[in-house]
Nanobody, 126 residues
Framework: QVQLVESGGGLVQAGGSLRLSCVDS????????MAWFRQAPGKEHEFVVG????????YFAGSVKGRFTISRDSAKNTVDLQMNSLKPEDTAVYYC???????????????????WGQGTQVTVSS
């Protein structure tokens, strides 16, 4: 039922900004603990930010603290990731992920998520 779709990726110069959007097209009424992960070529999924089922204060990875923000629009079933002051090391495929509704908290482990989007490419040039 839950179907996540990311959008907003692209090519940007270092120091620039992008806004990624994740929409649940499954028309669900429940809320989910969610996270953004990213994966560079040959690398494992890297946790970026997580937010609990009810919202509250998101938890950011140290590599993006102070540069990224997250917002949720429950009416539109979207979770956006605002990415500022982008660096070349931010280059990766970015995925949004959601846990089953029974879970209240996000997880730093990508294997503990039940629903995934297809990913959107972010490339930051120097």
């Amino acid at each position: 039922q839950v179907q996540l779709v990311e959008s907003g990726g692209g090519l940007v110069q270092a120091g620039g900004s992008l806004r990624l959007s994740c929409v649940d097209s499954g028309r669900t009424s429940s809320r989910y603990a969610m996270a953004w992960f990213r994966q560079a070529p040959g690398k494992e999924h890297e946790f970026v930010v997580g937010i609990s089922r009810s919202g509250g204060t998101p938890y950011f990875a140290g590599s993006v603290k102070g540069r990224f923000t997250i917002s949720r629009d429950s009416a539109k079933n979207t979770v956006d990731l605002q990415m500022n002051s982008l660096k070349p090391e931010d280059t990766a495929v970015y995925y949004c992920a959601a846990r089953n509704t029974m879970y209240t908290m996000y997880s730093l482990n990508w294997q503990q998520y039940d629903y995934w989007g297809q990913g959107t490419q972010v490339t930051v040039s120097s």
